[in-house]
């Protein structure tokens, strides 16, 4: 069985960092780049940045590049999101997935930014 399971948000300030965590399951991991997802409240949800199997990571968007970096470890089947200097505006559950994603999406977790 599939699964995603999300953790390492919470409230933060303003030019914070957070670094997210996901562990996967139910899939050969090391076959697979993977990414992060984020849907802001009221809005869709989106890539911000995906790790190859190898470990070529790549941030998707001007607003997070440069600020977020995507890591894995193949041999825990895990994928991180080092979120750097953090906006009012990265306020969003955060996901993890497949690129292209599987579905079974898992719960995220969520990342509130606020003064």
């Known amino acids: 069985q599939v699964q995603f399971v999300e953790s390492g948000g919470g409230l933060v300030q303003p030019g914070e960092s957070l670094r997210l965590s996901c562990q996967a399951s139910?899939?050969?991991?090391?076959?697979?780049?993977m990414g992060w997802y984020r849907q802001p409240p009221g809005k869709e949800r989106n890539a911000v940045g995906v790790v190859t199997s190898r470990g070529y990571s790549i941030t998707a968007g001007a607003n997070v590049r440069g600020r977020f970096i995507v890591s894995r470890d193949n041999a825990k089947k895990t994928v991180f999101l080092q979120m750097n200097n953090l906006t009012i505006d990265d306020t969003a559950v955060y996901y993890c997935n497949a690129v292209p994603n599987l579905g079974h999406w898992g719960q995220g977790t969520q990342v509130t930014v606020s003064s």
């Open positions: 139910g899939i050969t991991f090391n076959n697979y780049t």
